[in-house]
């Protein structure tokens, strides 16, 4: 993420500390069931001090664009997005095979080694799996815990509760359509297209904002359990709110607003990922360099670059998918037969393309001004970052 | 479960319907994500369509315990715990390597099958296995809507939030320490017991029948949201509640009663299961014959008879425990060698010990006088049974 980025290092650091004291609540109760829960404790804090905090910053800022006030009850609501997706993580990196995570070994591998290095009974890889299926189980139920405790009205979180139910289906759906079509080979750019849309735009940018304008009162305009709707909170925006007229239109174009922006940014985001994911530089991303090809996985970026191979590149890019030998010799051919296809630079150009059709969407959009303008450096910081 | 149980039959059948009606409205969720998702929604009802339905039973006998009304809202509540489980058993299959969940493929199997029986790329281990861990995920995560889309007034579901977060961070702490100590070779009868405290007992029992309390109101009165709590749905109970007095006494010590319960009770209920983990029939358990032994399950049974056993009874279950192969003639062998060190009869007299706890704990705790006729029945029926 570049450091530059108010909007975000606004909500990052209050974040990282709504974070810090939920977990060490939860290290205490795990530590109740005895002693032998501490490397767990550890694992998911170490694993909790990383991050961008993407998902509670486009939350606080749904919030905030619907009018909610700054007060420290949406940082945890919004800081609640970050267990889950942690928790999802420890599972994604556990069916990948990463070694690596926020430049750590990945909960599966920490517990593998842990087994190892004891000589314990039976499999270190199955000790290893057992320990991040049950780490990441905890992380995503403690997602409800966070956002019910975190001293939003009852009223709110009852409005935001189907939108976090929503998202959490979603991006497990999205992991199974990843899973399914790399099992069935589908190496089109519509079907890598489709897996992103569930398993990144909408997960990483349009629910958490939705969540945020949900939690707010938007879109539900009318319901007498709103309490910050077209209400005093949008007092002193200088106008920016309310545009369209009435409340119900205000709310219901702000959520077509969010999604007109999030869909949009969310594919820019995963394309500067995959990017990142074959060129980027170890010491930013936390990953070994291309790490995706090392993996396999289906991204748009390599399901372009095979659209427009010539026989050569293709064979290139064939020989060093998905092997897990891949040495720094290896990634710098693929590096270049896949840059040599014009992929890289067709994903470029569509970042751009995404990222001003995002901030268009804001334009006239009924949020106040400040959140508009916090959206538009987010939508700029999540696409034009290093690491 | 033994068919005549009346208190667990009348919740049963509510609770399925429940269960069918939400599972019905995520199918369509899930499809709108893609029609390749049906698959994993077919798996998921399959799954839920068997169970006993046993926290369920709890958690609304807890509530009704409590002065709680019978009503359709708190059958949802509590169906769902069934979720929470179901997605627990998916996860637990696949660290087990567990081949079959009542008396189908386990769903890392079925999806393992699938990728194997259409020959598509990569392991079909690792499909079935991504498929299991999200598909767990997935209903790890429906408990929360389930549970908050109850219908439940918003007061008994922020009383009750509490309780399902400590339930399920205790449940996955108490599978990790089953995890660990299977690693370490921990085969003392203290260490499976405190597994059996968290894993079972708490989880199974205590925690549901907590959760029933909580959500009618049972250990918070004197707060102004607590609807059920001292009130007229009392009135007409024929005397058995407010025996010690005043409101704050009662819920206090109906909440130690429904411990003082369900704690013995879910170490009985382990224990029986211990016994049909050994010498349960498929046709009534699901599983296949010795299926624990086969699993190198480290039970209080099987800890037991190792405590107890002669040199030659050792070897024989030495031999079998953890062995992938074992067939019917080692399965016969092992029993024989496990009843012959007296362990059975051991857990046997384990069992009447803790179900007469159990019941006793239920005479004079201020309870409804039709709640604590159903959990003492409830007690014999979670260990009396032969599946």
Do not use: N
């Not at 735009?201 to 949900?214: F, M, Q, S």
């Not at 990922?273 to 289906?298: H, S």
């Not at 959140?371 to 450096?377: G, N, P, Q, S, V």
């Amino acid at each position: 993420m570049t450091p530059d980025s108010a909007a975000l290092g606004h909500v990052r650091d209050r974040v990282d500390r709504a974070l810090q004291a939920f977990v060490s609540e939860q290290r205490g109760v795990l530590l109740a069931a005895g002693d032998d829960l501490r490397p767990g404790a550890e694992s998911i804090a170490g694993l909790l001090a990383g991050g961008k905090r993407l998902r509670p910053a486009f939350c606080y800022w749904g919030w905030r664009g619907a009018g909610g006030p700054d007060c420290p009850e949406i940082i945890k609501a919004a800081a609640a997005l970050e267990l889950l997706h942690a928790g999802a993580l420890v599972h994604d990196d556990l069916m990948d095979a990463s070694d690596t995570r926020r430049g750590q070994p990945s909960v599966h591998r920490q517990f593998e080694a842990r087994h190892a290095g004891r000589g314990w009974h039976g499999s270190a890889a199955a000790f290893g799996m057992g320990a991040a299926i049950l780490l990441g189980d905890l992380l995503i139920c403690w997602t409800d815990e966070m956002f019910h405790a975190s001293g939003l009205p009852p009223g709110a979180l009852r409005r935001g509760r189907p939108v976090l139910d929503r998202m959490r289906t979603e991006v497990f759906a999205g992991q199974y359509l990843d899973l399914l079509g790399q099992a069935i080979g589908d190496e089109t750019v519509a079907g890598a297209l489709r897996v992103v849309e569930f398993k990144t735009a909408k997960y990483t940018i349009e629910r958490p904002l939705h969540l945020g304008a949900a939690l707010a009162g938007a879109g539900l305009a009318g319901t007498d359990d709103a309490p910050y709707a077209g209400g005093g909170a949008l007092t002193g925006d200088g106008g920016a709110a309310g545009r369209d007229g009435g409340t119900a239109g205000r709310d219901g174009s702000l959520t077509a607003a969010y999604t007109a922006y999030g869909l949009p940014l969310g594919i820019a985001f995963q394309l500067r990922d995959d990017i990142l994911g074959v060129f980027g530089d170890p010491a930013q991303t936390g990953k070994p360099a291309g790490d995706d090809v090392r993996e396999g996985k289906r991204t748009v970026l390599l399901a372009i670059a095979r659209s427009r191979a010539t026989a050569g590149q293709a064979q290139v890019i064939d020989r060093y998918l998905g092997d897990p030998l891949l040495d720094g010799a290896g990634t710098a051919e693929v590096r270049a037969a896949i840059a040599g296809t014009g992929a890289v630079a067709e994903c470029e150009r569509m970042i751009g393309r995404h990222v001003s059709e995002a901030i268009a969407a804001l334009e006239g959009a009924p949020m106040t001004g400040e959140a508009r303008e916090a959206l538009a450096e987010l939508a700029v910081a999540a696409t034009a970052r290093v690491g």
